[in-house]
């Protein structure tokens, strides 16, 4: 009698719900498409995994983009790959980027007339060729980015991107709210044109930008 009432007289074990791990973040491969003009080379596929660069893929992005005079190969800054992406997934691009110019080499600088300081030198640098019906849109999602530097050359198509100092230089909207830029003492102010019917505007110009423009108009050989 004394083991039924102490049978009774326990308390009634519940079952509790299972806590459900928490989720995860989602991670997904970072992708990317680009071809060098001057050589041909181009690159296809996850560069990232998602948390880090590939260092698979950066080793043959580094061949990609090396000096097209010599064929030197610098590795290439991720940060500015990584530039690159999200201003190409902001304007939606999704094709193949073709790309004027990334590493430099001090000679192949100085041979195109480039600034002394060129992010080209450090391979931290891209130049981007677009067709007309991409060039506002890019442009604009480089400038609104506010990471690095953005050269914008409307009536060349194509726009200068890289992972330094936040600058801006050629043709910009007027009416483009911009986050702010870090003035050097290597800029200077120059009149330029702004693309979609912007008007003519005093605009910061970097020396980066003149090596970007000559290379543009520099054969390859």
Do not use: C, K
Not at 78 to 98: D, F, K, N, Q, S
Not at 115 to 143: C, Y
Request: proline residues 8%; charged residues 20%; without cysteine.
């Amino acid at each position: 009698m004394r083991r039924r009432f102490l049978l009774l007289a326990a308390p009634a074990l519940v079952s509790l719900p299972a806590r459900a791990a928490p989720r995860r973040p989602v991670v997904q491969p970072r992708r990317l498409a680009l071809r060098h003009v001057a050589t041909g080379a181009g690159f296809s596929g996850p560069w990232h995994d998602g948390a880090a660069p590939d260092l698979s893929a950066m080793t043959e992005l580094s061949q990609v983009l090396a000096d097209t005079r010599t064929g030197e190969v610098r590795p290439f800054d991720p940060l500015a790959i990584e530039v690159l992406w999200e201003v190409a997934r902001r304007a939606g691009i999704t094709g193949t980027i073709p790309v004027l110019s990334g590493y430099r080499t001090m000679q192949t600088n100085a041979e195109v007339g480039g600034a002394v300081n060129s992010q080209h030198l450090r391979a931290g640098a891209v130049d981007v060729a677009l067709t007309p019906a991409q060039m506002p849109g890019f442009a604009e999602q480089a400038l609104l980015l506010g990471r690095g530097g953005v050269g914008v050359y409307a009536t060349r198509s194509f726009v200068h991107l890289d992972s330094g100092p936040v600058r801006r230089w050629g043709d910009i909207p007027e009416d483009l709210t911009l986050p702010p830029a870090t003035a050097t003492a290597s800029l200077r102010t120059l009149p330029r044109l702004g693309f979609g019917g912007g008007r003519r505007l005093n605009l910061t110009f970097d020396p980066v930008a003149r090596l970007a423009e000559a290379w543009a108009q520099t054969r390859v050989r």
